[in-house]
């Protein structure tokens, strides 16, 4: 498949990035050379220099044999234009990241298809649907949903003394659950776990369940769900309007923000809502809008080092749950580590999304990519395929890669040793980034 990204900023790297591991024709346009040679660099792609929005650089860069044209500009009409002229050159699809939530409006979506954008893309509009997610279910620090809930993957931290903690991966294997432990993020490393393996305070666990057995999971990692009703927002720009439009009557919210203009737009487009004029980090402020019937905090400022910092003040004051929005990648381990709850990268969240469409477009296999080093996938198994030959114990696997559950005539299971793998199944492989090549022969 022939892909064309135009623009070498945060998103279009990281996009650059995944798909260079998935043996795709990719091309990268920017104006900026120094950011196309990092690039060239570090991954197995191309790049051209020059503006997107010019008709004889997308025909240098062969845009009419587009099999996918991404734009993700800082510009928005920038975006739109690049679409909109790859589209009229040939490309078979085209994606525009945007800034508009009015382009996201059913009565308005039609003038973009016009214009020549097949899809759009508005980043604060994912992290307001991760920060719902988040509130609803205080007690995880990641959830994704696989082929409609059948399959549920749970970041958790482990805190205190849960059962999970010391135990190792076989020993835990041999009691009677329903869990699948795919993953553990340790400091700043992801391992895909093997027996031998323990589980320690302070791991981040990814865990495979189906959704009846959610709630047992709770106890393993000693979790208390707490129900959010009252949330302070640091921050009245487009991703709170989003949020508090999204989650309508289920919380109260209370926003600070410093610009005097930003609580005004957020005052008439959600009247709902208490919004005050101040700086956040006032914590006499916190006192003046009821810090201690706080349920949740959100810190949605354009500084990461701010976010943090506030989340662990909020921490401090005795808030349930903190969520941060990090938008500089390199802090979101070292952010990860601390204790603010759950962090919101608006980045990650468009590259997974794109990347997502992208991998639709393949009846084989599904993805869902929401961290900064490991991936989710959903393979279905064709006749013949080598995994089908043998129970799973028998298959050799990749060290980097574990299946951790499978869907069968609609319904999930967990896949163990005993397992014996079926055409027609979907299979979950949970991986490190970069290293699902690998085991995509087994499927074929």
């Not at 990241?97 to 996201?104: K, P, T, V």
């Not at 914590?283 to 910092?309: K, M, P, Q, R, Y």
């Not at 992208?358 to 080598?386: H, M, Q, W, Y």
Request: hydrophobic letters at 40%.
């Amino acid at each position: 498949m022939k892909i064309v990204i135009s623009g070498a900023g945060d998103v279009g790297s990281h996009l650059a990035r995944l798909l260079s591991h998935e043996d795709q024709d990719i091309l990268v346009i920017d104006p900026d050379a120094e950011k196309l040679e990092r690039l060239d660099a570090k991954y197995n792609l191309m790049t051209l220099t020059g503006n997107p929005t010019s008709f004889s650089t997308l025909r240098e860069a062969q845009a009419d044999q587009a099999d996918l044209f991404i734009a993700v500009m800082p510009s928005e009409s920038s975006n739109m234009l690049a679409c909109a002229m790859a589209k009229s050159l040939g490309a078979r699809r085209t994606v525009g990241r945007i800034e508009n939530y009015d382009y996201m409006q059913p009565m308005n979506r039609a003038f973009a298809t016009r214009m020549g954008v097949d899809q759009l893309i508005y980043p604060e509009d994912l992290a307001a649907e991760q920060i719902v997610t988040a509130l609803e279910r205080t007690w995880v620090r990641h959830w994704f949903e696989i082929h409609d809930g059948q399959i549920i993957v749970v970041g958790v931290r482990l805190h205190g003394n849960p059962p999970l903690v010391g135990m190792q991966l076989k020993e835990f294997a041999s009691t009677n659950h329903s869990f699948h432990v795919s993953a553990i993020k340790r400091h700043n490393d992801t391992i895909i776990p093997r027996g031998d393996d323990r589980m320690l305070e302070n791991d981040i666990l990814y865990i495979t369940t189906t959704r009846d057995h959610v709630a047992d999971l709770l106890a393993l990692t000693g979790k208390t769900p707490t129900r959010v009703r009252r949330v302070l927002v640091m921050g009245a720009g487009k991703i709170a309007r989003r949020l508090i439009d999204m989650a309508g009557d289920r919380f109260k919210f209370t926003v600070i923000d410093r610009d005097i203009d930003a609580c005004r737009r957020l005052s008439e487009r959600c009247p709902e809502a208490s919004v005050y004029h101040g700086d956040a980090r006032d914590i006499d402020l916190w006192s003046d809008v009821g810090i201690d019937d706080i349920d949740a905090f959100i810190a949605l400022t354009a500084s990461s080092e701010t976010n943090i910092l506030a989340c662990l003040t909020a921490k401090e004051e005795g808030v349930p749950k903190t969520i941060a929005e990090v938008e500089d990648i390199q802090f979101i381990n070292q952010a990860e580590g601390l204790n603010i709850g759950s962090i919101i990268n608006k980045k990650l969240l468009a590259s997974s999304k794109i990347f997502q469409m992208l991998i639709d477009s393949d009846d084989n296999n599904a993805r869902c990519l929401a961290l900064t080093d490991a991936e989710v996938a959903e393979f279905e198994v064709r006749p013949g395929a080598k995994i089908t030959k043998t129970p799973i114990k028998d298959v050799s696997i990749p060290r980097d890669i574990t299946l951790a559950g499978l869907i069968r005539d609609g319904h999930g299971m967990l896949v163990t040793g005993g397992t014996h793998v079926l055409p027609g199944d979907r299979v979950v492989v949970f991986c490190l980034a970069g290293t699902l090549h690998k085991v995509e022969k087994l499927f074929k």
